[in-house]
């Protein structure tokens, strides 16, 4: 069962006057209980993708241009506000990049624990906070009863990755966007998040889009993976087939320190050269301009194209598959 689809999906910000995607025509869908990865450099558009899938693209900058995304076999684009706040936090939720800047500072962190419930599942503040203690054990965060009713401040950065996950989780979601949801902690305590996170999915059903820079994690968690370039898939398949063999020259670059998963424990190799700015992008191929594999027709538009079970890779050169304009 596909429980969410993201189809043709573009999200554009104004810049001088005209609109630049973000995020171009980007597709992908999410089977329940399913893990997929969606990796790339700094600036390629992950968080602006999971933005848009909760309706939270930063207005009036940004828009979504074009696409539908189908959450649970319904359309939820260009819903009115008022019915995506019934479902965000509901049948789908984001742990965010930031959780200083999504956790409320002058809230405690029962209360804002229990406020999915009180909200969506329409529970007293006290069942509601029982509910939430339930939640903070879950994840497990040590003497849970006695830190309902302290603040976030009072919680090392560790504990409060946590306390976004018991949020993101509180109302069973059927799909979760998490956003580097390790990336602050430290190595066992990403572990520890991870093993977290993948127990929660076991006992839950519940599909996670795993944004993150760290391929040791993508190996540990993901059945799929995206690969995304200046708002573009570029690449995408089921993880073993991504590691064994990486199809596109910018996935190749990227995986470039670790060929093996067995040895994956770091992070995405450095590239020489930067993304481009949304309005600076190169025609056709916008990785052709770092690429050592840049050849005569990477001017032009490239097709996914398939080149095994699930796996497809956007370029001519390694696939063969003439682009057309
Ligand atoms: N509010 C905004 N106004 C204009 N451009 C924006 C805005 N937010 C993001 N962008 C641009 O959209 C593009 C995609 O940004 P996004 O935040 O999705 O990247 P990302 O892949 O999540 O990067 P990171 O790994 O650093 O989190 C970037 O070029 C970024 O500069
Ligand atoms: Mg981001």
Redesign the pocket.
């Known amino acids: 069962m596909t429980a969410l689809a993201v189809e043709g999906l573009r999200t554009e910000?104004r810049?001088g006057g005209a609109w630049h995607p973000?995020v171009k025509d980007v597709s992908f869908t999410l089977a329940r209980n399913e893990t997929l990865a969606l990796v790339?450099e700094?600036?390629?558009?992950?968080?602006?993708?999971a933005l848009s899938i909760m309706g939270l693209v930063?207005a009036p900058?940004?828009r979504i241009a074009a696409g539908r995304i189908v959450l649970e076999g319904r359309e939820i684009t260009g819903l009115p506000e008022a019915e995506l706040e019934k479902i965000r936090g509901d049948r789908v939720a984001m742990i965010f990049?930031e959780p200083m800047t999504s956790l409320n500072p002058v809230m405690t962190v029962g209360d804002q624990v229990a406020e999915p419930l009180i909200r969506h599942r329409g529970m007293a503040r006290k069942e509601a906070l029982k509910h939430a203690l339930g939640l903070l054990e879950e994840v497990k965060i040590p003497s849970a009863a006695a830190r309902l009713s302290e603040y976030p401040h009072q919680f090392s950065g560790g504990m409060r990755q946590r306390v976004m996950i018991a949020m993101a989780l509180a109302c069973e979601p059927a799909v979760l966007l998490a956003d580097?949801p390790t990336t602050a902690l430290d190595v066992t305590i990403q572990a520890q998040v991870l093993g977290l996170l993948a127990d929660l999915r076991a006992r839950h059903g519940t599909s996670v889009l795993f944004i993150t820079?760290n391929l040791g994690v993508v190996a540990q968690i993901a059945d799929r993976v995206a690969v995304?370039y200046a708002g573009e898939i570029v690449e995408e398949g089921p993880v073993h087939a991504i590691f064994a063999e990486p199809g596109h020259p910018y996935t190749r670059a990227l995986f470039a320190t670790i060929p093996r998963m067995d040895r994956a424990g770091q992070d995405l190799a450095a590239i020489p050269g930067r993304v481009p700015?949304?309005d600076a992008m190169p025609q056709g191929c916008r990785f052709a301009p770092r690429c050592p594999l840049r050849r005569e027709g990477c001017e032009r538009d490239q097709a996914l194209v398939p080149v095994g079970a699930g796996h497809r890779v956007r370029c001519h050169v390694t696939t063969g598959a003439l682009a057309d304009a």
């Open positions: 910000f810049i973000a790339g700094s600036g390629c558009g992950k968080s602006m993708t930063p900058a940004g990049q580097e820079h995304m700015a949304l």
